[in-house]
């Protein structure tokens, strides 16, 4: 084969997966569709990663953030 064979994408954020809308969206695209339901999607890493039967997992995997966190320090 000449052509660069598309591997097909699952993508997963939690314990949810979703199945590859299409080669023709960037893991961006799907992102931005998805941050409509989860909008702390907006800051998550990306990872890929190649499941044995050859699809590649891409892994939404949120950022843990600093909520409550004071500035300060404790009991100012």
């Known amino acids: 084969m000449s052509e ?5 994408r699952v993508f ?4 949810q997966t979703w199945a590859d809308p299409g080669a023709e969206y960037s893991v961006e695209e799907v992102r931005k569709q998805l941050q409509t339901y989860y909008p702390e999607l907006a800051r998550a890493e990306v990872k890929e990663t190649e499941l044995p ?3 590649v997992q891409v892994e939404f995997v949120k950022k843990a953030g600093t909520k409550g966190a ?5 009991g100012e």
């Open 53 to 55: 039967e050859g699809r």
């Open 12 to 15: 997963k954020y939690g314990d």
């Open 70 to 74: 004071s500035p300060r320090g404790r």
């Open 4 to 8: 660069e064979q598309v591997k097909e």
